[in-house]
Nanobody, 123 residues
Framework: QVQLVESGGGLVQAGGSLRLSCQAS????????MGWFRQVPGKEREFVAAISWSDGSTFYADSVKGRFTISRDNAKNTVYLQMNDLKPDDTAVYYC????????????????WGQGTQVTVSS
């Protein structure tokens, strides 16, 4: 089982940037698809970005395409989410997740989750 710890959240002004990191423990990281999701109170957890383990393919929600970049460093057991041109609507708790099999964009297909990191974008 992969264990995940996110970091890098914080408060930033609109138009600014943040880089989230997700440190994974366990040898299974290199063969796990990794995803970032976000959630605001009262709403369902929302897909943000994902990266496959097999060929490094990346996938993004339309709302973040062109602004966010997901990447992974298997040697460091870490996945990143570079967030540029942040908007107030990006404010949420961001979660890192890992899975094997299933769909990359579906939260319920992910079996391991981090504790989340808060991102707040002020206008």
């Amino acid at each position: 089982q992969v264990q995940l710890v996110e970091s890098g959240g914080g408060l930033v002004q609109a138009g600014g940037s943040l880089r989230l990191s997700c440190q994974a423990s366990g040898r299974a990281f290199s063969t796990a698809d990794m995803g970032w999701f976000r959630q605001v109170p009262g709403k369902e957890r929302e897909f943000v970005a994902a990266i496959s383990w097999s060929d490094g393919s990346t996938f993004y929600a339309d709302s973040v395409k062109g602004r966010f970049t997901i990447s992974r460093d298997n040697a460091k057991n870490t996945v990143y989410l570079q967030m540029n041109d942040l908007k107030p609507d990006d404010t949420a708790v961001y979660y890192c997740a890992a899975k094997r099999g299933g769909r990359l964009t579906l939260a319920r297909d992910y079996g391991a989750w981090g504790q989340g990191t808060q991102v707040t974008v002020s206008s």
